[in-house]
């Protein structure tokens, strides 16, 4: 059959290791240095803007909102919500392994929302609200639930915010695979149509992403998750492209040189999916950054997915 399932044990948990692939750092220290990056942004993000934090948009836990508002918010504005990764979970120094093997997960808690605010800066100095989901990883959260729950925080931000004109998805990673599996939403469930006047989302900017969960069930990361081969393909993006709607939104699938062939290999098929079906998307591989700072550099005004994406949004 060829492809990941010809790949041995060992291989399969290389090409799901993204810190394996970096040229910059070394596996053991690129992810608690991708947090250190990530977590002063965030810092400087909630200095310099006005934000409402930890806003619940459900009951549980992790159902919380960070909202970065834009400079001048005296009309409306659209919003970049921002899902961040983590491999759907979160690992804390008691629950690591007391001898980590050459594939373990890092010691270090993995991204949440309360690190997920780095890239507001460039974005609400002009005009775009940054929203940046909490939702509840493994072990408490189940896949199903995840999903479900970034689908209920964005019809919380459309019924809540009423001067909010456009809602545009980013995530990474896991969160990317999240944002994917939001494309594929029967609104009418959450209540939130037809009362919308613009699609939901607006666009989507799906950056280094997982869209098949198969090959993820014979690897480390489902020890935490602990899916079935039912959940993994009823929670895989790739299997659910639908043809695309006349309102149907742009989608911009990103993905970083350094990703391992297996990362890069995902993003290619789940584009060319997206595009044979007839939706309005793109492939942008950019050069000379990895898994980690293809992220990270959203905080810059420069960087090239700072301008698209803004770019993005100013057409709509």
């Given at each position: 059959?060829?492809?990941?399932?010809?790949?041995?044990?060992?291989?399969?948990?290389?090409?799901?290791?993204?810190?394996?692939?970096?040229?910059r750092?070394?596996?053991?220290?690129?992810?608690?240095?991708?947090?250190?990056?990530?977590?002063?942004?965030?810092?400087?993000?909630?200095?310099?803007?006005?934000?409402?934090?930890?806003?619940?948009?459900?009951?549980?836990?992790?159902?919380?909102?960070?909202?970065?508002?834009?400079?001048?918010h005296?009309?409306?504005?659209?919003?970049?919500?921002?899902?961040?990764?983590?491999y759907?979970?979160?690992?804390?120094?008691?629950?690591?392994?007391t001898?980590?093997?050459?594939?373990?997960?890092?010691?270090?808690?993995?991204p949440?929302?309360?690190?997920s605010?780095?890239?507001?800066?460039?974005?609400?100095?002009?005009?775009?609200?940054?929203?940046?989901?909490?939702?509840?990883?493994?072990?408490?959260?189940?896949?199903?639930?995840?999903?479900?729950?970034?689908?209920?925080?964005?019809?919380?931000?459309?019924?809540?915010?009423?001067?909010?004109?456009?809602?545009?998805?980013?995530?990474?990673?896991?969160?990317?695979?999240?944002?994917?599996?939001?494309?594929?939403?029967?609104?009418?469930?959450?209540?939130?149509?037809?009362?919308?006047?613009?699609?939901?989302?607006?666009?989507?900017?799906?950056?280094?992403?997982?869209?098949?969960?198969?090959?993820?069930?014979?690897?480390?990361?489902?020890?935490?998750?602990?899916?079935?081969?039912?959940?993994?393909?009823?929670?895989?993006?790739?299997?659910?492209?639908?043809?695309?709607?006349?309102?149907?939104?742009?989608?911009?699938?990103?993905?970083?040189?350094?990703?391992?062939?297996?990362?890069?290999?995902?993003s290619?098929?789940?584009?060319?999916?997206?595009?044979?079906?007839?939706?309005?998307?793109?492939?942008?591989?950019?050069?000379?950054?990895?898994?980690?700072?293809?992220?990270?550099?959203?905080?810059?005004?420069?960087?090239?997915?700072?301008?698209?994406?803004?770019?993005m949004?100013?057409?709509?």
């Open positions: 059959m060829g492809g990941w399932r010809d790949m041995s044990a060992e291989a399969l948990e290389d090409q799901y290791s993204p810190s394996r692939w970096s040229p750092l070394d596996r053991d220290t690129i992810i608690d240095a991708h947090l250190a990056v990530t977590a002063a942004g965030t810092e400087r993000a909630r200095a310099s803007a006005q934000t409402s934090l930890h806003v619940p948009y459900g009951k549980g836990d992790g159902e919380k909102l960070d909202i970065y508002f834009p400079t001048d005296s009309g409306t504005f659209p919003v970049l919500v921002y899902i961040h990764g983590g759907w979970q979160c690992l804390s120094p008691q629950l690591a392994p001898a980590p093997g050459p594939h373990s997960l890092s010691a270090s808690l993995f949440s929302k309360d690190e605010g780095f890239a507001a800066p460039p974005l609400v100095s002009q005009g775009v609200a940054v929203v940046a989901v909490g939702y509840d990883t493994a072990p408490r959260g189940h896949m199903d639930t995840m999903v479900l729950q970034v689908r209920r925080s964005l019809a919380f931000l459309v019924e809540q915010y009423p001067e909010i004109r456009g809602i545009y998805l980013c995530g990474h990673s896991a969160g990317a695979h999240l944002a994917a599996m939001v494309l594929f939403t029967d609104w009418t469930e959450f209540h939130v149509v037809p009362d919308i006047k613009v699609p939901l989302p607006s666009g989507a900017v799906l950056v280094s992403g997982v869209y098949d969960l198969e090959p993820i069930l014979h690897t480390y990361v489902n020890d935490a998750l602990n899916m079935s081969r039912e959940v993994a393909q009823r929670n895989s993006p790739m299997r659910h492209v639908a043809p695309a709607v006349p309102a149907a939104c742009e989608v911009l699938v990103v993905v970083a040189q350094h990703d391992s062939p297996e990362f890069r290999r995902q290619q098929e789940y584009s060319q999916a997206l595009r044979a079906a007839g939706w309005s998307v793109s492939l942008l591989d950019l050069a000379s950054v990895d898994h980690f700072d293809v992220i990270e550099k959203l905080s810059e005004n420069s960087y090239i997915l700072t301008q698209v994406i803004l770019n949004i100013s057409r709509a």
